[in-house]
């Protein structure tokens, strides 16, 4: 047995951990000071021990271990005799990592606990080393970026996650505190740590029975009383937007936390208890457990500099907002992509770089056949607005065109919309430009920022106040953006101005939202993509802790 590679295993544990180490018998210590100089000088021998051989043979078919260790002559960094401190520290981690919505199963910390009992020889010991090490980058990996690639979940999640070198991640492990080094690998937004406070109170939550009975009702208004409405207030109560009472009527408390709840959920703040915030009332709090796990893991996707000054559009919020050091300085309702395959908004990251005033748009080819095509082989002249225009850049008489000879594969002409107060993309679009043909734009149909659910666009971004979003842009580089940019506006004719310093804007999708003040918000998953990466998780081996069993 393997006795010196507890040392003090973990700082502070149980006692029945502390005895485990302290059982095992001392002579075994020369197991590890054995290991960790034969490696050394036999491998400055052309020779390896069996422990780094061991080493070497388990760390094979990982590049960046075989290297790490070939490169520190096989010396052992978890089961040496002076490692106890980096194994505690890892071993503590691990221990908690289900508690950040990670795959704990996967680390496997019981099973490395009882690998140290179990092992007998210098070859065991080497396998050991080496699964520690695998364990330890699997989990600093999980933690800092996520544990699942955001595009093998759905198509249409093209963000891409910058990840860590392994080598480098372990040869600077090596060289840190352990403790401070591994609390620093989980995103440190705030909003990472509000979300974790989330999911400790839904998992309290759910193991005491939950909010309660659901609301059977088809609306319910001030002044009404009954069943239905103490059932709403019970529920209300339950999730922190009433004090404790026991009145069966909707007086104004209770209407005034049913705002609250509408505001924290997207709805419309109206008091009134009716279809969509009733769905929404009722949902248990398992379900938004997941929305916390799922949110967890998109902290995760971006976790990296998002830039002092950045926009922030989440697709399930239909808003956009400009962040200046954390802070938010513009906000701004928005129209989304609709449910569909080549409709909804991807996600992604990059950065605006210029804003065009008086805008063309060029019709995207998907569109013409699709949509514009069918119409004209029906009438010639439907959809005047947009000019018609053939491979040479001319614009082409429609009365000269038969459109029924042609399909969506042999339709030789493009459309476009000249610049003008109904165009498509308004007066002003902002570019950061993608292989997406994804932008924030205006636009002539207003009215559809009154909707809740506000799915409507082909994938592109539709602002209610994008003038206002230009102002806040151009107000870094000039004395007076409004006049800058209704300098632009006023010669009616495409203009592009140019971001002296573009601005990285980040197209997300968050259903649970942790904001710095008040309850938690969420979000209805439109896209179904939450729904998505919560079965990728639990595939992966995320569980509720409340609900297992």
Same mark, same amino acid.
């Given at each position: 047995?393997?006795?010196?590679? #507890?040392?003090?295993f ?35 021998a ?10 070497a ?18 010396t ?28 704990a ?7 490395l ?29 999980d ?35 352990p ?9 440190q ?114 976790n ?24 938010v300085?513009?906000?701004t ?19 605006v ?28 002249? @439907? ?21 029924s000879?042609y ?52 994938? #592109?971004?539709r602002?209610?106040k ?8 151009? @107000?870094?580089?000039?004395d ?33 939202i ?20 919560f ?15």
């Amino acid at each position: 047995m393997f006795g010196s590679a #507890c040392g003090r295993f973990l700082p502070g544990a149980a006692f029945a951990l502390a005895a485990f180490c302290l059982s095992l018998p001392a002579a075994s210590s020369a197991v590890a000071q054995t290991a960790t100089s034969d490696a050394t000088s036999m491998a400055q021998a052309g020779q390896l021990s069996a422990f780094a051989q061991a080493v070497a043979t388990a760390a094979a078919r990982d590049p960046a271990l075989a290297a790490f260790y070939r490169s520190n002559g096989y010396t052992p960094i978890w089961t040496g005799a002076g490692d106890a401190d980096r194994r505690a520290a890892f071993l503590a981690a691990i221990a908690n990592a289900g508690e950040q919505g990670l795959p704990a199963a996967r680390y496997d910390r019981a099973g490395l606990v009882q690998k140290f009992h179990d092992v007998q020889t210098e070859r065991d010991l080497g396998d050991l080393e080496v699964q520690m090490s695998r364990d330890f980058l699997q989990y600093a990996r999980d933690v800092q970026t996520g544990v699942l690639v955001p595009s093998q979940v759905d198509p249409n999640i093209v963000r891409q996650v910058p990840q860590q070198d392994p080598l480098e991640v372990i040869t600077r492990f090596v060289k840190s505190d352990p403790a401070a080094f591994l609390a620093e690998l989980p995103p440190q937004a705030p909003e990472y740590n509000r979300l974790l406070k989330e999911e400790a109170a839904l998992e309290t939550r759910i193991a005491d029975g939950g909010w309660g009975a659901k609301v059977v009702a088809k609306a319910l208004k001030p002044g009404q009383s009954g069943g239905p409405v103490v059932a709403l207030r019970d529920r209300l109560i339950a999730m922190g937007y009433l004090p404790q009472t026991a009145s069966a009527e909707y007086d104004d408390a209770l209407k005034t936390a049913v705002v609250q709840f509408q505001a924290d959920h997207g709805l419309t703040p109206d008091g009134i208890a009716a279809g969509e915030t009733i769905a929404e009332v009722n949902v248990e709090p398992v379900q938004r457990l997941k929305s916390v796990i799922v949110a967890l893991e998109r902290e995760r996707w971006m976790n990296f500099d998002l830039g002092k000054r950045h926009i922030w559009v989440n697709l399930a919020d239909f808003s956009a907002k400009v962040i200046d050091d954390g802070k938010v300085t513009f906000e701004t309702p928005a129209v989304v992509g609709r449910v569909g395959k080549d409709t909804s908004t991807p996600e992604f990251s990059d950065h605006v770089r210029f804003m065009i005033v008086n805008p063309t748009w060029n019709v995207p080819r998907s569109i013409v056949v699709k949509e514009y095509l069918p119409a004209m082989q029906k009438n010639p002249n @439907a959809d005047g607005q947009l000019t018609l225009i053939d491979s040479h850049g001319q614009k082409v008489d429609r009365s000269s065109v038969d459109f029924s000879q042609y399909n969506a594969d042999t339709f030789p002409f493009a459309l476009k919309q000249p610049p003008s107060d109904g165009n498509a993309l308004g007066l002003v679009k902002f570019m950061f430009p993608n292989k997406y043909n994804i932008y924030l734009h205006d636009t002539p149909t207003k009215y559809l920022f009154s909707h809740e659910v506000r799915a409507f666009s082909h994938g #592109c971004i539709r602002l209610a106040k994008p003038f206002d979003l230009a102002y806040t842009l151009l @107000a870094p580089q000039s004395d007076n953006p409004v006049a800058t940019f209704k300098a632009a506006l006023d010669t009616h004719v495409e203009t592009t101005v140019e971001l002296k310093e573009p601005v990285q804007v980040h197209l997300v999708y968050f259903t649970a939202i942790a904001p710095v003040k008040g309850q938690m918000e969420y979000r209805r998953d439109i896209y179904g993509r939450d729904a998505e990466i919560f079965a990728a998780l639990a595939k992966a081996g995320v569980v509720l802790g409340a609900v297992q069993g």
